[in-house]
């Protein structure tokens, strides 16, 4: 087991109880903690959770030069993840009507998603306009198809796992607490920028100033 929580870990897996019960449920002994804790630091890493403690993952020890680009470079990718999986929640959730879509370990029936937004022109639109926004997605045949292909994507990337192949019935992973946690830190740190912009006009260049990095 511990092997296989390594290589996850470092793959940059979140191993949480829907994506991954069985190393989710060794993590949460102490003792397997703590060994997989101390092997992290060897190589510069942690065993972290996320905020609401639903998934772990690995995360740098320290920041140095080589850290600060690898952490840069993972904030870009969630960011361009960020937009689109946000939008999919919201219409995944208004068609549904339930704010719990929102949460690790709601669950998405395709075919039930698939009739609510089939049934409003207005997610019709919605769908249209996240697929554009994507990659590869603008081209589907039919509705239902661009459906389908945004919660395999989706499901790619992590954020979502397919629980029940047959009726096509996907939850939502821990993951996704992560994302809140990007969203939550953008939103700060763009407060953060609004005023020093001020101060700047104000007073010239602030003291310290430096982009943020995760």
């Known amino acids: ?24 449920a060794w993590l949460l002994d102490e003792a397997a903690r703590a060994e997989i804790d101390a092997w992290l630091a060897r190589i510069g890493l942690r065993l ?7 998934a772990f993952y690995a995360a740098h020890a320290g920041i ?3 850290e600060r680009r690898e952490a840069a470079e993972t904030f870009r990718e969630v960011q361009q993840q960020l937009r689109p999986m ?17 949460m690790p370990g709601s669950l998405l029936e395709a075919a039930a998603l698939h009739a609510a937004i089939d049934a409003s022109p207005t997610l019709r639109q919605e769908l249209q306009a996240l697929a554009g926004s994507l990659r590869g997605l603008s081209g589907a045949a039919t509705q239902r198809t661009l459906l389908d292909r945004l919660l395999k994507l989706f499901a790619d990337q992590g954020y979502l796992v397919l629980a029940n192949a047959q009726r096509e019935l996907y939850r939502v992973s821990g993951k996704v607490e992560y994302l809140y946690e990007v969203v939550d830190f953008l939103i700060e740190h763009a407060a953060i920028r609004s005023d020093e912009d001020e101060a700047e006009a104000d007073d010239g260049p602030a003291p310290g100033h430096t982009e943020p990095l995760l």
């Open 1 to 24: 087991m511990f092997e296989t929580v390594a290589r996850r870990l470092l793959a940059g897996d979140f191993l949480c109880p829907y994506a991954s019960p069985e190393l989710h």
């Open 48 to 54: 972290a959770l996320t905020r609401q403690g639903t």
């Open 64 to 66: 140095g030069s080589e």
């Open 86 to 102: 946000v939008n999919f929640l919201v219409l995944a959730m208004r068609a549904t009507q339930d704010d719990s879509v929102l």
